[in-house]
Structures are given as structure tokens and as C-alpha cells.
């Protein structure tokens, strides 16, 4: 335990925001290099493989990110003194996600030079998690080949979210014809914006899923009109898109184009939901060691993965970029010893 306390304080006093992560990345670089393993760094993202890599073997990728949001106004404590109170421990990223990364560094540790695994583990501690920038674990993963699974470390109580709902924004614009607005004149672009919300809002996504609620499109923000007298003859809106794993985003977007006049832009269909097989050998090993599973509403890097994965660690969600943030020392304990009880059931159960 020691070891994984002593790297969360050391991680908790060095100031990390998204985009600039630079010295907590220097850090885990002579952290990982003090204990003896061979690292990479691409970016603010610090790799690291195995000893005994086996380029026949899947790979195993063993994931959190070392990134923070800024501090809330509200933080009463100094959010980058590791302030140890009893079991917590107080500090900015101490629950999301500097818990679940220190335990998942220290079982990589504990492997790196296991002779005897029939997979090999590749640690990405990863930058720009919490903007999910492009230059974040996405930029790792456009440079290796597709790894067979991942576990990602965030605060899950150390239960297993096996599906989390994707993310899209999209933009709406309704064009009409500028006219006067006392004489009745023009096309209202403001009436054909609400007549396309109305249908957004009434429009129902059939596909159900077992572990997330159904996929939702809410109208979160709308502009029109330059004057009081003018007719409006364009109206911009935007659409937040909750995703379940039953669909794609390019998929919920078409369906969306379907049933509206506006025309419709996704920012971006990267943030995909994600989904673990039940007969793949992540979902056994859960299976295997009696581990609660859930869907999670929160995003992850899982949402970059375009493979089986499960996000799991100590602490708790609602934590999570709070005032005061704080990991319990009894937490950190039991995430250390369920990662290695699952890398240990991977080990031994796979073929």
C-alpha cells in the first residue's frame, strides 16, 4: 500500500489540467523508471509494456488518465496538498482518477516481469481524458495494433460498468426569409426550429439496452432574431445526445436527419458507446470473482475504444470533480487487491 500512497500524495501536489500534464508525465516517466521498467512516452501519455512482451500474445491494456479538471470554487482545503485525515486522503484528483491509476501502476508493477502470462499487459497512463482530446489516449491508440481488451480505471466502487452511454453534440440550422414582422411577411425560421424540436422531443429510440437507460436527444440551447420587428430567417439550435449501446452515433444522427427540416451537423461521432461481450474473457473473469456490473452514464476513455472493455476502480463517481475531493485508504486497498485477483483470474482461465 505504501508504494501506491506515497505515488497518489507525490501526483496530488503537481498541478496536471487537461493539455497540461507535462510534469505529471515526467513524473510517472521516473516513477515507472525507478522501479526498473522500460517506458514510452507519446505526448503527456506514458506507456509502458511488459518484460516478456510476446508479439503472438493479445494484449491486455491496463488504462487511467493522470489529467484533472480544475479545482471548484467552493474547495476548502488546499487542492494540491495531499492532506491525510484518517482513512481520506484530500487533494485534487485523489477519486477521478488518481486512486484507480496509482493501484493499476503498482499491479503493472507487480507483472513486469511475470514469466508466465498468456497475455501481454500494456499500462497507458493517459493525458486529456477529461476534455477527451485528440491528444489523449486516441493519439496512442491510432499508433498500435488493436488490443484485445482494457481495463480503465475510474471510481466505480470497484464495480464493473461493462457498458457506458456515448456522446454526440449536433447543431441545428433552420433557414427562412426575412420579412416584417407587423405585415406577416417572410418564412419564420424560429417556427420550423420549433416544429423540428417538437419532433426531437417526441421522438422515441426503440432499441433497449440491459444495462444503460434508452438513448435519449434533448434541445439544450437556441438562437434567433436580430430585432423585435424582423421575421427571423435563421434559427440555431443544439441537440445533447445520449447514446446506449444498441446504437452507433452515425446511426442516432441519421434518424434524427430523418424527422427534421433543419439541417443537422454532428460535431462529432468519436464518443461512441461502448459495450463488453458476455462471452469474452473480461465479462468471465467479472463473472468469475462475483463483481456487481452496471451500465455508466458518465464518460470515460472507453468511449476512444473500439474493443472490449470494463471501467473499474476505487473511490466513487459522485465524487467526482467535487469540492474537497478525497479516496479512502481502505479504497485504494481493495482496488489493489481486486486488480490483481482479476489479473490472476485472466491468468489462469485463459486459454
Known sequence: MKPILTRLQDLIAIPSYSKQEDQTAAYLYDDLTRAGVDVDQMGNNILARNLYWDDNRPVLVLNSHHDTVRPASTYTKDPFKPNLESDRLYGLGSNDAGGALCCLIQVFIDYYKATDLPFNLLLI?????????????????????????????????????????????????????????????GTNALYIALEDIHAIRHFTFTKESRYLPDTQAVVTQISAGTQHNVVPDRC????????????????????????????????????????????????????????????????????????????????????????????????????????????????????
Open 125 to 185: 497512463a493517459s493525458a486529456e481524458e477529461e476534455i477527451s482530446g485528440s491528444g489523449g489516449i486516441e493519439a496512442v491508440l491510432r499508433e498500435i495494433p488493436t488490443p484485445w481488451g482494457a481495463i480503465v480505471g475510474e471510481p466505480t466502487q470497484m464495480r464493473a460498468a461493462v457498458a457506458e452511454r456515448g456522446l454526440m453534440v449536433v447543431d441545428g440550422h433552420s433557414a427562412g426569409v426575412s420579412g416584417h414582422a407587423a405585415r406577416q411577411e
Open 236 to 351: 440555431d439550435f443544439v441537440i445533447d445526445v445520449r447514446v446506449n449501446d444498441q446504437y452507433t452515433n452515425e446511426e442516432v444522427f441519421q434518424l434524427l436527419d430523418g424527422i427534421t427540416q433543419s439541417t443537422l451537423t454532428a460535431r462529432s461521432y468519436r464518443l461512441n458507446s461502448s459495450f463488453l461481450p458476455e462471452e469474452h474473457p473480461l465479462f468471465q473473469a467479472i463473472r468469475s470473482l462475483n463483481i456487481p456490473v452496471y451500465g455508466s452514464p458518465t464518460l470515460s476513455d472507453q468511449a476512444l475504444m473500439n474493443f472490449p472493455s470494463l471501467k473499474m476502480g476505487p473511490g466513487r463517481s459522485a465524487r467526482s470533480h467535487t469540492a474537497d475531493e478525497y479516496i479512502e485508504l481502505s479504497e485504494l486497498e481493495e482496488g489493489y487487491v481486486k486488480y490483481r485477483a482479476f489479473i490472476e483470474s485472466l491468468k489462469n482461465n485463459l486459454p
